[in-house]
């Protein structure tokens, strides 16, 4: 049973860092014959005099004092965390590792690894690019933890939550046909030279979105950067497909490339996190999950966009 509050703990600091209980009253806004009360009150239990007081003079500490107030500034700093939901989110330890899909680590690996290094401090971060595949793997073997990704390939043996959902781009020359439209449709498309993602998962999604829409597109470049892509559309070699829409107007070749939304509802996917829900669910990654969901609901709110289900 514990006889002595944390209050009377937290007295004893202050009048410690004040030097006169007149002082130390007035910051904690009590009365003095309160405090000189609360003070003798942790002297009898203890059994050892705290503080030496003298008519006329400062309080000084007696060496046992001394200790006693480093553990009682512990005890107060641990309590006030239990009171702060950030603190105790700060307060985790371990190893954590990231993956995160080619196409979307460009534009989100750095901010998520910023914000988990500030918000987990005393958690070791690693982080591995992977294409479909390799990240069901992985996750599956516990090689990573969590997982930035779109939802292909992973089965009922991953927990998935939905971060943001995001339609399509086509990345076409300034003198293609459908550059003069806002938007294009996966019908407009159909007839055209396509330029897709060689990587297994992403082209038969992307045809078989085409397929279920009753179009039977032909592939002109099968591709595993997102720039060479850019770089062949703005050439003029076909129209490229992706999820990932960077910032500017000009391939690394230094020609313009135009970007037009698809809008085909059919063709919205989400971007989730991913873990395997056969592993045990550690703390870094428990607190790694929130930190990055919270990060996208901030994003989604100041973009006026909707959470995804």
Not at 2 to 13: A, D, G, S
Not at 126 to 146: K, P, V
Not at 189 to 206: K, T, V, W
Not at 216 to 223: D, S
Request: hydrophobic share 45%.
């Amino acid at each position: 049973m514990l006889y002595l509050t944390l209050r009377q703990i937290e007295y004893v600091v202050a009048v410690a860092h004040a030097g006169s209980l007149a002082q130390a009253a007035q910051n904690l806004h009590v009365s003095q014959p309160a405090l000189s009360v609360a003070l003798t009150l942790v002297e009898n239990r203890l059994g050892q005099k705290l503080f030496i007081r003298r008519k006329g003079s400062p309080i000084t500490l007696t060496a046992f004092a001394q200790n006693y107030i480093a553990e009682a500034q512990t005890l107060l700093a641990q309590a006030q965390r239990l009171e702060d939901p950030a603190a105790l989110l700060r307060n985790v330890n371990g190893t954590l590792t990231l993956g995160c899909f080619d196409d979307l680590a460009p534009g989100h690996l750095a901010p998520m690894l910023k914000a988990l290094r500030t918000g987990l401090p005393d958690v070791v971060l690693r982080w591995r690019i992977c294409d479909f595949e390799s990240l069901a793997r992985t996750l599956r073997e516990g090689q990573i933890d969590l997982a930035l990704t779109y939802d292909l390939g992973l089965d009922a043996a991953f927990d998935k939550t939905a971060l943001k959902a995001v339609s399509p781009h086509a990345f076409m020359a300034p003198h293609s046909i459908l550059a003069a439209h806002g938007s294009v449709s996966l019908a407009d498309l159909a007839s055209q030279p396509l330029i897709l993602f060689e990587e297994g998962l992403s082209i038969r999604h992307m045809l078989n979105l085409f397929r279920h829409a009753g179009h039977n597109p032909t592939v002109a470049h099968r591709v595993r950067s997102l720039e060479v892509m850019r770089s062949l559309a703005a050439n003029g070699e076909g129209i490229g497909i992706a999820y990932t829409l960077p910032p500017g107007d000009f391939s690394y070749d230094g020609n313009p490339v135009i970007a037009r939304k698809i809008r085909d509802h059919s063709a919205i996917e989400p971007i989730i996190l991913a873990r395997s829900n056969h592993l045990p669910k550690l703390a870094a990654a428990n607190s790694a999950q929130r930190l990055i969901c919270r990060i996208f609901d901030d994003q989604n709110q100041k973009n006026g966009l909707k959470a995804p289900k």
